[in-house]
């Protein structure tokens, strides 16, 4: 009699979905329900997780997402699923697919949001699969959560598109569109696409948009297009995070945008560890307007006919560490108009300047623009160095070890002449005062050492 009874309260409990531990919040198992809306409503205003068994739940209209804090000042709510095996299908119309407008800590995990191309009409993809949203009124910090989250299919405007909500992290996504023209994921602080939400209204431009994590995400692109991205940050956004990520950049369009149609710069962006593949992208990474303190760190860049970065002004930029590979007879690493107090350094380029419709007559180039000051440029030749004015910028070639002093825009004496160890006695244009660092070769002790000259010879310190 008790084991009967111990399991017809089992049974009760599973049928009520309540988890046994109160701390945990509430837990609902969506098909208890007549629609994953119903099971979210379940929750009301409480912490809790809606458990998306396997299978397929169809929406045909915006699953409302648009939570106020938990009453119960917990963690807020969680949308589960088993996997890929659990599949969230978009027909919304045109609207978006999840609306997250004004909500406040929401984690979404193992489940695929499909759209678009997968379904029986490309007219009933959404324009957005998921929308992420601030509005004016409200707190900035609204931290959501999206961990082994699959989106595909054809939304026509972004994948995820967020204009101002802050503090989110995306871990083990893998991002997949193929419309034309479209992204896979926006950051903002501008609503540039006139996206509006369905359960919250208008949504207007903010002052801002930062922390934004992807980590381990793959991005792929088949629709192309020229304004298509992988990633695109626009307006007043900072400390953005892309690590260990794979980009397939769409055709025509590029795997990372930084950029507005305001003046406001995009503020420290950093990209390390990328596997990026630009071979027909218009760039590989483009900075339209200003950014500020940008790093491209421990990436391989594979571009064909335009360049890996091509950039209107940047400051601050560290391109360290990198692998840039040409494959299509473009060969122009980096073409940044002005580049402000950067350094560029520790990289390896490969030229293969091999097929392509429209090969770069000339040498390759690492770096070219109109304006470089007060920056710091590694280059294998003299040659790979362009740019039309140069202002306190040190250019070391490693085939040109004293030729640099046209490009320090100063003929006065008392100029470092290198930042990393060489041997002093092949340096060539030295005046009086100037200084450079030996590598042991000249020294008295035979170590590394600082020397100057004397307008006649080196005097070693060591």
């Known amino acids: 009699m008790k084991r009967f009874m111990l399991i017809l309260i089992a049974a009760v409990c599973g049928a009520c979905s309540v988890s046994a531990d109160p701390r945990m919040g509430v837990t609902v198992v969506a098909t208890d329900y007549p629609s994953l809306q119903a099971a979210v409503d379940a929750l009301s205003n409480r912490t809790g997780t809606v458990y998306l068994p396997a299978g397929a739940y169809v929406l045909t209209n915006t699953l409302d997402l648009t939570r106020p804090p938990s009453a119960d000042d917990g963690s807020g709510l ?11 299908v978009a027909r919304t119309r045109g609207l978006p697919a999840v609306d997250l407008t004004g909500a406040f800590h929401c984690t979404l995990r193992d489940l695929t949001l499909a759209s678009g191309a997968c379904l029986v009409s490309d007219g009933d993809a959404p324009n957005v699969g998921i929308l992420l949203a601030r509005q004016t009124d409200e707190a900035a910090l609204q931290e959501h959560a999206f961990v082994n989250v699959n989106l595909e299919g054809a939304c026509t405007v972004a994948n995820v598109y967020n204009v101002g909500s802050d503090n989110s992290r995306f871990i083990g996504c893998r991002f997949d569109n193929s419309a034309p023209g479209a992204h896979n994921l926006v950051w903002s602080s501008e609503n540039f696409a006139g996206v509006a939400s369905p359960c919250r209204g208008t949504i207007a431009d903010v002052s801002g948009a930062a922390e934004l994590r992807v980590i381990g995400c793959t991005f792929r692109h088949s629709g192309g297009g020229s304004r298509a991205s992988n990633l695109r940050l626009a307006g007043s956004v900072y400390q953005s995070t892309v690590r260990d990520c794979e980009l397939q950049a769409p055709a025509g369009g590029y795997a990372v945008y930084l950029g507005a149609s305001s003046s406001a710069p995009v503020c420290s962006t950093e990209l390390y560890g990328l596997l990026i593949r630009a071979e027909e992208a218009a760039h590989a990474l483009r900075v339209q307007g200003r950014a500020e303190r940008l790093t491209v760190a421990c990436s391989t860049i594979v571009y064909g006919e335009g360049t890996a970065l091509m950039g209107d002004a940047v400051r601050f930029l560290a391109f360290k560490n990198n692998e840039v590979r040409n494959v299509r007879g473009w060969k122009t690493a980096l073409r940044v108009q002005a580049l402000y107090d950067s350094r560029i350094a520790d990289c390896r380029y490969v030229f293969d300047n091999e097929g392509g419709t429209n090969p770069q007559a000339g040498p390759a180039c690492v770096a ?32 040109d070890p004293g030729g640099r002093r046209a490009d320090l825009g100063s003929a006065d004496s008392g100029v470092v002449l290198n930042l990393k160890p060489v041997d002093t006695g092949s340096l060539t244009g030295m005046i009086r005062g100037d200084m450079a660092l030996d590598d042991g070769t000249g020294t008295t002790s035979g170590e590394p050492g600082l020397a100057v000259f004397n307008g006649t010879n080196w005097v070693y310190m060591n």
């Open 78 to 88: 969680v949308l589960a699923g088993a996997g890929t095996a659990t599949r969230i």
């Open 368 to 399: 070219r623009g109109s304006l470089a000051a007060r920056s710091y440029v590694e280059v294998g030749g003299r040659d790979q160095f362009d740019y039309e004015t140069v202002r306190a910028t040190l250019v070391a070639a490693r085939d």
